[in-house]
């Protein structure tokens, strides 16, 4: 069975540092992966995705994620947070092919310090 | 606007009660799903559509939930016999089976509080 596992609950960051939330994914073949954001009140929204390819990719709002298989990863970093990127980030696993439903991991709150 | 909407955005009802939530995917998406989401945790798969057919079902979908895409459009969700347990952000997303990507895209919710 696929798993996604973001090991911090919550992580904060002065603006204009960077940022690294980590993803670890567990999947027999290789995965669609995804990253989105949450804001209060809102639904879900795509930042970047990976099926195959080049294993950085770039996504909205200047984020960007490297696929690692060997480490099972799928990290997502920006160069520089800004106080608008205070939400929360979800990973998300999903099949190949014939895909279906999206495995997502428990989430990282993101704070933003000014 | 063209996104995945949700009818109604919040709902209050007792213990007991039926409730039934909407979902209007986008307008050329043939794959619906929908997913619960409790305080502190990531979605949760709960059953898809492929046009009006169900094609899958969680576990935690009990008997108390039934879903249905009558005619590959809409989507509606409903609870019989709330409990408290049931409390929890319940989302819809859509997307278009081609080229296997199956990016979807998710509606803004509807947030159920079981009193």
């Known amino acids: 069975a696929q798993s996604v596992t973001q090991p911090d609950i919550h992580i904060t960051v002065s603006e204009g540092a960077s940022l690294e939330l980590r993803c670890n994914y567990s999947?027999?073949?290789?995965?669609?992966l995804f990253w989105y954001v949450q804001s209060p009140g809102q639904g879900l929204q795509l930042l970047l995705k990976?099926?195959?390819?080049?294993?950085l990719v770039q996504g909205i709002k200047g984020f960007e994620a490297e696929f690692k298989r060997s480490q099972s990863s799928f990290n997502l970093r920006k160069p520089s947070v800004h106080w608008s990127d205070a939400a929360e980030y979800f990973c998300?696993?999903?099949?190949?092919?014939?895909?279906?439903?999206?495995?997502f991991g428990s989430g990282t709150q993101l704070t933003v310090l000014p | 606007d063209t996104g995945v909407s949700q009818d109604p955005r919040h709902k209050i009802t007792k213990r007991g009660q039926n409730v039934t939530f909407r979902c209007d995917p986008i307008?050329?998406?043939?794959?619906l799903y929908w997913y619960r989401q409790t305080l502190g945790q990531g979605p949760e798969f709960l059953t898809y559509?492929?046009?009006?057919?169900?094609?899958?079902k969680s576990r935690l979908l009990s008997d108390r939930f039934s879903a249905e895409r009558p005619k590959g459009s809409f989507s509606t969700l409903e609870i019989q016999r709330t409990e408290q347990g049931d409390s929890a952000m319940y989302l819809c997303?859509?997307?278009?089976?081609?080229?296997?990507?199956?990016?979807?895209?998710f509606g803004p919710g509807t947030r159920l509080t079981v009193l």
């Open positions: 997303a859509s997307s278009l089976r081609a080229g296997g990507t199956n990016e979807q895209f």
């Open positions: 999947y027999g073949a290789t995965p669609y």
């Open positions: 990976y099926f195959s390819g080049d294993t």
């Open positions: 998300a696993v999903g099949p190949s092919g014939s895909a279906r439903q999206l495995t």
């Open positions: 307008s050329e998406h043939n794959r």
């Open positions: 559509f492929q046009n009006e057919a169900q094609l899958e």
